[in-house]
């Protein structure tokens, strides 16, 4: 098992007029930690949906395992998803459902096991994140971080071949930040899957990247691994990684100067 | 103006995409979430429909006796609520309360699920939302408006309801009230064509509910909007449709 579980080639991609992609190239390699970075509003979740096809691009092709996307059928589509498993920002768990029935929800749908395999696997999912004697409770009753995790567990309860997850530690305080980041790196190795992970918490994200890009203004800026991405000689990644104020991205929002605006009015 | 033909547009794909769901593709109809559904939209509606209905037949047997008995025909107090109720009352206050309860509802309880991102997580599991969602909320108004319809007609024409306040207050003769009720309102003429609007008028909110809340901005706001234009539009449908349906089934045009 090598190569590239996604290949994504020179994709363009509009919203409205706006280009969000022009021209991408992203590989996400199997059994690997991939992490794409970038400033809030570059479209890093638009890049997920490409890949599960919610999304076509304009222009260029997302492959999954050598199937390209954007030309599949919709029950192909389907079949692809169950291989997929996403971890959304705020969990999107089923509010209606416990969080047993919620991890237990794609098993019955897709599985066609019997209640008591299904039992046996749901049990083993929330084992692996820590909260096997949380399943009675409904998704109102957990905090952020648990949401997370049980979202994590319905993700893999499938044993999917690519895990997405999607901005998965913001907002957390440091000790969930920590249980996430210690899950990632454990279902990626321990169950053999594939994980791309989107995020701008720079710190945390190459702490476990094996692999990452930089996405800014609808180009891959930089790529390499995290002791690559740090020796950038380019001084956007570098104000990115550090987080500095001012830079090549200006503090102030473009437009005229302070004293031209006083100048306008007379006051100078 | 051309967010106008576009809404309109997209709404009925909406609704081709509803009604080809409706067509069961792995056999099984999912009984289990349509009662669920009819619990939530047609049980949860219930109470303020009885007394809704209740208070409709009271103010009618009030305003109609104090018209009929001017004549002394107040005998035939139960010909006009019967006429009145099944025809039109009932049909038309059934569907514009029920769009107020339980189409905002939906609308906000769909148009959440949006925002909370739980439409795009069935949709990655490889589970349609439209079958699974939508479908059964659908059918659960198709199935819940009528029969909200029956009972609020019942309620308005009954013992707590008009029969009440004319017959036990007002001292009109019981027996005159319902023979003559039952000698001027037709099975097939008025209780059915009732029956056929209160038909509408579900098809119209569960589409208007469901649309607006699947294609809620998945904000607060979105989803506030969302709901204000379900009450409205649906409102708008059921007064509009009843009176094309009036002239259509009754005639007189």
Not at chain 1, 204 to 212: G, P, Q
Not at chain 2, 49 to 57: A, D, E, K, L, T
Request: a neutral charge; hydrophobic letters at 45%.
């Amino acid at each position: 098992m090598s190569g590239n579980l996604v290949t994504v080639r020179d994709v363009h991609f509009y919203r409205g007029k706006r280009p969000i992609y022009s021209g991408v190239d992203i590989d996400i390699r199997r059994g690997k930690i991939t992490a794409i970075l970038g400033p809030s509003g570059t479209g890093k979740t638009t890049l997920l949906r490409l890949i599960s096809g919610q999304l076509k691009a304009s222009q260029g092709s997302v492959e999954f395992d050598g199937k390209n996307v954007s030309q599949l059928s919709r029950s192909g589509l389907f079949e692809l998803r169950k291989r997929l498993g996403m971890l959304f920002q705020t969990g999107a768990l089923l509010t209606d459902l416990t969080v047993f029935d919620n991890v237990a929800y794609p098993l019955r749908e897709h599985s066609g096991k019997s209640e008591k395999e299904i039992f046996k696997i749901v049990l083993d999912k929330l084992e692996a994140v820590g909260l096997r004697n949380a399943r009675d409770l409904m998704p109102s009753e957990l905090s952020g971080g648990m949401a997370r995790r049980v979202a994590l567990a319905r993700a893999i309860a499938l044993g999917p071949d690519l895990v997405m997850y999607d901005e998965p530690f913001t907002g957390q305080d440091p000790i969930s930040m920590g249980v996430l980041i210690k899950l990632i790196r454990s279902v990626n190795d321990d169950l053999g899957i594939t994980s791309v992970v989107v995020s701008h918490d720079v710190d945390e994200v190459l702490s476990i990247a094996d692999y990452a890009y930089i996405v800014a203004d609808g180009k891959v800026i930089c790529q390499g691994d995290s002791d690559t991405l740090r020796a950038s000689q380019s001084e956007w990644v570098q104000q990115f990684l550090n987080g500095k104020a001012d830079g090549p991205v200006s503090f102030h929002f473009p437009g005229p100067s302070y004293q031209d605006d006083l100048a306008a009015e007379g006051i100078a | 103006m051309t967010t106008f033909f576009a809404h309109l547009g997209r709404s009925f794909l909406f609704l081709l995409q509803l009604l080809a769901a409706l067509v069961p593709t792995s056999g099984k109809l999912r009984l289990r979430l349509l009662t669920q559904q009819i619990w939530s939209v047609g049980n949860q509606s219930l109470v303020i429909i009885v007394v809704s209905g209740v208070f409709v037949g009271m103010v009618l047997a009030l305003q109609g006796y104090r018209t009929l008995v001017t004549f002394g025909a107040e005998e035939s107090l139960g010909v006009v609520v019967g006429l009145s109720i099944v025809r039109e009352l009932g049909p038309v206050l059934t569907g514009l309360l029920f769009a107020g309860r339980a189409g905002s509802a939906l609308a906000a309880e769909i148009g959440l699920m949006r925002a909370t991102e739980q439409i795009d997580g069935l949709e990655l599991m490889a589970v349609d939302p439209v079958r699974r969602l939508l479908v059964p909320r659908f059918l659960a108004v198709m199935i819940s408006l009528p029969l909200l319809t029956a009972i609020f007609s019942c309620m308005a024409i009954g013992a707590a309801g008009a029969h009440l306040i004319g017959v036990d207050l007002l001292g009109v003769d019981g027996g005159a009230y319902w023979s003559q009720m039952k000698a001027a309102v037709d099975f097939q003429g008025d209780v059915l064509n009732g029956v056929i609007k209160s038909v509408v008028f579900a098809f119209g909110v569960g589409w208007i509910a469901l649309y607006q809340g699947y294609f809620a901005a998945p904000t607060s706001e979105g989803v506030g909007r969302a709901t204000t234009r379900t009450v409205v539009t649906s409102s708008l449908f059921i007064l509009g449709s009843n009176f094309v349906l009036t002239a259509l089934l009754f005639g007189g045009l």
